[in-house]
């Protein structure tokens, strides 16, 4: 499996950015991959998972009702739309996947995932 993130920059408080990831080698459906970030002195954190075969999504409090997960099959990509993006979220921003199920309970640890796509470094500034 391989994923390539994209699409971080640099932007002002209450702006908004879209993350993309593509992928590729999953050979099977029940599969979940979402997005995870990780700030200086922090911990990795997921921030939204998506699972392929319920199509189920599931959010980081933080991020409830300012961020999106979404996918785009044809394309095989991954998005993450973030609006209203505050400086709290400046982390580098990682995609994530795991080739089998997992309980949604548990998607957001990033211990779980087995695959990783390089960063793309997201800051928020005035």
């Known amino acids: 499996v391989q994923l390539q993130a994209s699409g971080g920059g640099l932007v002002q408080p209450g702006g908004s950015l879209r993350l993309a990831c593509t992928f590729s080698g999953f050979t099977t459906n029940y599969y979940m991959i979402g997005w995870f970030r990780q700030a200086p002195g922090k911990e990795r954190e997921g921030v939204s998972i998506?699972?392929?075969?319920?199509?189920?999504?599931t959010y980081a409090d933080c991020v409830k009702g300012r961020f999106t997960i979404s996918r785009d099959n044809a394309k095989s990509t991954l998005y993450l739309q973030m609006n209203d993006l505050k400086p709290e979220d400046t982390a580098v921003y990682y995609c994530?996947?795991?080739?089998?199920?997992?309980?949604?309970?548990?998607?957001?640890?990033?211990?779980?995932?087995?695959?990783w796509g390089q960063g793309t470094q997201v800051t928020v500034s005035s």
């Open positions: 994530g996947a795991r080739d089998n199920r997992l309980i949604m309970s548990a998607a957001l640890s990033a211990a779980q995932y087995n695959y």
């Open positions: 998506l699972s392929r075969w319920e199509g189920r999504t």
